[in-house]
């Protein structure tokens, strides 16, 4: 009642104020209208329709919606030369934005992030144009430079010639945004793909100060213990896909001495296991803490670094932690390997920083770095050793010592041509990983070990037929190219100490290697638990997800 006497009364002149007001992001900022759309939403419509073709005209809907509202209000600053400047802004990030994450969205499968800023500066400039020219395909460069010459020259063209609607257009144009919001009100979870969601998240992008700070001391149960395994230690490995192992059955012979460890029994190769993700810092995040893939989707899941990691909980059966890592330290929000270092007992961090921080020492260094301090360690205390590989990291040729350039380009005759050094080089480092994690078990040998080695992501290495040429990171929306992304190989080690102290779990991992099982690396924490004799951690069986189950 009380709206419909406003209405009734409401001045025929207010009408039409408010009616002027609504069509001027049509009658008198169209051009900013347009170039918005486009360049700031087409990204995400593009991969929303991906997934979805429905999705796709929802979310056009939605980022209609929004770029109108986004005109609108940018009308109402004052004075003109201020609101100018704002629209200048906010377009020109916009185009950056769009070349960037168009390329991303669709040659990656995913907007860009700290992963795509590694993947191209782990290179160097030479290197970084052959992989780039590799990865961009030709017409993705046109269409963006296509789309930035077309709004020059509508601006260009705006500068003498009125290009805003009439207002018969304008009422049509604001009917059909009106139509729009009340789509979009019907399917409000859209906005979730859309550019404010991203925003919002940016915005909300929060790293923590340490994960010490966020400890939550879970409650652990142990089944005896007197029964910790003094060592425990876990190689990470970088980039590893399980199809180039010869130790998952790869016609060449690129692990030859981790082969020659599994016949004598100490060694054992775990098949169908998976990464969380095809990229590094998302895998990283699952693999060392209790947070899970499920909680991606669940609004009310603690967040990552508010679960117990991996070293929270070593730390709480009392082991003393260390991490050695030839990566660069860099900071916190470029790595969040460093965070994990950081809560460790002691830290070391082998890889220059700056410029050649991938570029620098090979893997052995590792060895060579943590060799006498291994040899120190107290028998009477509990160890947890983690390794941090730079293994297979693009670029290829980059990871491994001469000596280890078997492979060549005429090993592989049978692929193409352009694929050929990129493969050789490929196994090349994985030969060298072999040698690099048989010198790291060898310094345990003769101790109550138990090892596990496991990359953080595989890589597609031109498996995808859908993609034929492409080398490098799974495709989070490219189901093939995500899967071969995240095939990676699984590695446990148990030294002839553990294997005497703990022949039950032993006889656990060979049956596990004998019989297969699906399982992801999301859940190594309980796989960890279970080698060491965890019985429960928050009243939870660690048995449930642990493979060996
Ligand atoms: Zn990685």
Redesign the pocket.
């Known amino acids: 009642m009380f709206f419909y006497a406003i209405f009734t009364h409401m001045p025929k002149i207010a009408y039409h104020k408010i009616g002027d007001i609504l069509l001027r992001p049509f009658r008198e900022n169209f051009l900013f209208f347009m170039a918005l759309f486009i360049l700031a939403t087409c990204p995400f419509i593009i991969k929303a329709s991906i997934s979805h073709l429905i999705n796709g005209a929802l979310l056009t809907a939605h980022c209609l919606v929004v770029t109108y509202l986004v005109t609108l209000a940018i009308g109402f600053i004052q004075p003109k030369f201020l609101r100018k400047l704002i629209q200048g802004l906010i377009i020109g990030l916009s185009l950056v934005d769009f070349g960037i994450n168009l390329y991303c969205v669709i040659r990656l499968g995913y907007f860009f992030d700290a992963d795509v800023v590694r993947l191209v500066l782990g290179t160097n400039s030479i290197e970084a144009r052959e992989f780039l020219s590799s990865m961009i395909p030709l017409w993705i460069v046109l269409v963006v430079a296509g789309v930035y010459l077309f709004f020059f020259a509508l601006w260009q063209y705006s500068l003498r010639h009125n290009i805003n609607l009439g207002k018969k257009a304008s009422i049509t144009a604001t009917g059909i945004v009106v139509l729009c919001a009340a789509v979009n009100a019907y399917s409000w979870r859209i906005w979730g793909e859309g550019p404010i969601h991203r925003l919002v998240e940016l915005c909300n992008y929060s790293v923590p100060e340490s994960l010490k700070s966020h400890y939550c001391h879970p409650d652990i149960a142990l089944q005896d213990n007197n029964q910790l395994p003094s060592h425990v230690v876990l190689i990470i490995g970088?980039?590893f896909a399980r199809f180039h192992s010869s130790l998952y059955g790869y016609e060449k012979k690129t692990n030859p001495l981790l082969e020659a460890k599994r016949d004598s029994s100490t060694l054992f190769a775990l098949d169908s296991i998976d990464s969380p993700a095809p990229?590094?810092i998302e895998s990283l995040k699952h693999m060392l803490t209790i947070y899970s893939k499920a909680d991606d989707n669940n609004p009310n899941a603690k967040k990552w670094f508010e679960r117990p990691s991996i070293i929270e909980i070593m730390q709480e059966c009392g082991y003393l932690t260390y991490w050695f890592s030839n990566n660069a330290k860099g900071s916190r929000y470029t790595g969040i390997a460093t965070m994990f270092a950081d809560a460790c007992h002691q830290r070391w961090f082998l890889q220059q920083e700056g410029a050649l921080r991938y570029n620098v020492h090979k893997d052995m260094i590792l060895v060579d770095s943590s060799s006498q301090h291994i040899r120190q360690t107290d028998p009477m205390q509990h160890h947890f050793i983690v390794y941090h590989m730079m293994g297979s990291?693009y670029n290829y040729n980059q990871r491994y010592v001469d000596e280890f350039a078997q492979f060549t380009e005429q090993d592989y005759m049978d692929q193409p041509q352009d694929h050929r050094t990129t493969l050789a080089t490929y196994d090349n480092s994985i030969l060298y990983n072999d040698y690099v994690v048989e010198q790291i078990i060898n310094m345990f040998k003769d101790t109550e070990t138990i090892l596990i080695y496991v990359p953080?992501?595989g890589q597609v290495m031109y498996r995808n037929p859908n993609n034929p040429d492409y080398f490098a990171h799974g495709n989070n929306q490219d189901p093939m190219s995500y899967a071969y992304g995240v095939e990676i190989p699984f590695i446990i080690y148990a030294s002839p100490l553990f294997q005497q102290k703990h022949p039950d779990t032993v006889e656990r991992i060979k049956y596990r290697q004998n019989h297969p099982k699906a399982w992801n690396s999301d859940d190594l924490p309980y796989l960890i638990m279970d080698l060491i004799g965890v019985k429960t951690i928050e009243g939870k069986d660690i048995k449930e997800k642990s493979i060996l189950n």
Request: no cysteine; proline share 0%.
């Open positions: 970088e980039s990229t590094t990291h953080d992501h």
